[in-house]
């Protein structure tokens, strides 16, 4: 099976800055894709960035231009800098890697989750 590892999360002041880092392991023949999602208190969980395995990237609008995602192959990890923070962005930020499988069979997995906190 996969395993994902969440750190980075934690409190910061509006305009401050966090970097959430997901690492995976286990039997993984290839990561298709690398992303972060986040659940705020009554709503909805919502897709906030994510990377594909040829670089390609895709961010939430309320986003764009305060976070970047980025891989780190070697160590089958994405990271999201967060800058600019807003109190909107309070939330649980969970990773999610879509791996194929040493059967090559597409799995998804999810992290803990890691809670961030932005205060006003």
């Known amino acids: 099976q996969v395993q994902l590892v969440e750190s980075g999360g934690g409190l910061v002041q509006a305009g401050g800055s966090l970097r959430l880092s997901c690492a995976a392991s286990g039997r993984i023949f290839s990561i298709n894709a690398m992303g972060w999602y986040r659940q705020a208190p009554g709503k909805q969980r919502e897709l906030v960035a994510r990377i594909v395995s040829g670089g390609s990237t895709n961010y939430a609008d309320s986003v764009k231009g305060r976070f970047t995602v980025s891989r780190d192959n070697a160590k089958n990890t994405v990271h999201l800098q967060m800058n600019s923070l807003k109190p909107e962005d309070t939330a649980v930020y969970y990773c999610?890697?879509?791996?194929?499988?040493?059967?090559?069979?597409?799995?998804?997995?999810w992290g803990q989750g890691t809670l961030v906190t932005v205060s006003s």
């Open positions: 999610n890697v879509m791996v194929q499988s040493l059967l090559h069979r597409p799995e998804n997995y």
